[in-house]
């Protein structure tokens, strides 16, 4: 078991998520599959990978020091978006791509949620998740449009789907970042700094359920939009407030948003092999509140949020998708937030070295003995080749071994 220094620099377990997997998946899925109830295939790759991340069997890079020749395996990660460690770098590059498409202007994090009720057709059918970008980015135009209709005015849209609250429970939502300036057919930019909010929710009420009845043809889902339009005259709820301070902490606000873990692994407080403790804070309370739930049931609540293989999380609409006819009228526009900034992160980023001296402010590839700069043996990806590293390695006196390395070296 690892360890971390808490909050209140005291020393305790770090539970994770992998470990969580790797103790249960073999019998949660015998579970399943004594129930009828057939485990998705992407949920089997991304939770394989998961488990297997970081794993020397899977492949690793060998560094030897060239003075002391100390050895390091540098083992692989499984770079899938549902891991916690993966999920992290992921973020950055997701927030960075999102960072560099903004113009340098006021912008609104807007969020569109959906009742209730509506939420199972969408986990029972992961196609009808598409609508709920297509509905955002509807209600958006129109709001727009019906500004000037003349004029078609395009906004800036970057759309970011979660398909998890806080409690971890099935919420599918979209997290909008808006500009609120947009271009005319006579490419005249205009400011749109106010929002009719009863309009906006109406709008995206009659979208979303627009879309969704043109998908589901059964009477009791026509039975439930009347029930739905009459339990909520106002609309579906979306909240749009301005972003203070955008253009000074853009990138950290995007993080937040774009590709983060269903849960923070800091959140879990206690694991004992067959049950599962996390804290939550519920929106609108600042009481911190504390779950305890089976490990299966925790692998539930998290699978449940792992998307189908290639969908895509984030979306862009607008003129900031680069097929709109207005996606040259906005190159040609003012700079963009922190361009500088971004060509750094992004060099930062480039490699798993840069991005440890860059978060830990050290070098992993440092000798710790010596403080020599490892040198690269060899990469190995092959099993047949980790079959044969593993059998000779253990003693860095034993003269063959010492002999591999450096043949080793020679053919590098």
């Known amino acids: 078991m690892n360890y971390f220094v808490n909050p209140n620099n005291e020393i305790a377990p770090k539970y994770t998520i992998k470990d ?25 790759e991304e939770v394989d990978k998961i488990i297997g991340c970081q794993n020397p069997n899977k492949g690793f890079t060998l560094y030897v020091c060239p003075k002391c020749d100390m050895k390091m395996r540098v083992a692989f ?21 999102m960072s560099a498409k903004l113009l340098k202007c006021p912008h609104r994090h807007v969020v569109f949620t959906i009742p209730e009720e509506l939420r199972k057709y969408f986990a029972y059918d992961r196609n009808l998740l598409n609508l ?10 129109y709001r727009f449009n019906s500004r000037n209709i003349s004029e078609n005015y395009v906004p800036g849209m970057i759309c970011v789907l979660h398909t998890f609250g806080r409690d971890l429970k099935w919420n599918p939502h979209i997290h909008m970042i808006l500009c609120e300036e947009a271009i005319g057919n006579s490419n005249i930019w205009r400011r749109f700094d106010h929002i009719n909010y009863e309009g906006l929710r109406r709008s995206w009420q009659f979208s979303l359920l627009k879309l969704l009845s043109e998908k589901i043809i059964t ?7 009347d029930k739905l339009y009459a339990d909520h005259n106002a609309g579906f709820y979306v909240n749009a407030p301005p972003v203070k301070n955008f253009s000074n902490g853009v990138i950290n606000y995007i993080v937040r948003y774009a590709g983060r873990p269903v849960l923070a692994q800091s959140r879990i407080t206690n694991y004992d092999g067959s049950s599962v403790t996390f804290t939550y804070t519920p929106h609108g309370s600042d009481q911190l509140v504390t779950e305890t739930v089976s490990a299966f049931d925790f692998i539930k609540k998290l699978i449940i949020h792992i998307p189908e293989r290639n969908f895509k999380m984030i979306r862009y609409y607008g003129f900031y998708w680069e097929h709109c006819s207005k996606y040259e009228q906005y190159l040609r526009r003012a700079k963009r937030i922190q361009p500088s900034l971004v060509s750094h992160l992004r060099r930062t980023y480039k490699s798993w070295r840069k991005r440890i001296q860059h978060f830990f402010n050290r070098d992993p590839i440092k000798c710790p003995f010596c403080g ?12 047949r080749k980790i079959k044969y590293y593993f059998s000779f390695t253990g003693n860095r006196d034993d003269p063959f071994e010492y002999e591999l390395l450096r043949r080793s070296a020679s053919l590098a």
């Not at 997997?21 to 992407?42: A, H, I, S």
């Not at 891991?83 to 973020?91: D, E, F, I, L, Q």
């Not at 709920?132 to 135009?141: G, M």
């Open 132 to 141: 709920l970008f297509n509905a955002a980015a509807e209600t958006i135009s």
């Open 219 to 225: 009477p009791s889902f026509k039975a439930l939009v």
């Open 20 to 44: 969580i997997f790797k103790d249960n998946w073999p019998d949660f899925l015998d579970e399943m599959d004594r129930q009828g109830k057939p485990v998705r295939k992407t949920i089997l």
């Open 372 to 383: 020599t700069i490892l040198e690269l043996i060899e990469v190995f990806c092959d099993p």
């Open 77 to 97: 990660t499984c770079k899938s978006r549902f891991c916690n460690c993966c999920g992290a770098k992921y973020s950055k590059d997701r927030a960075l791509s």
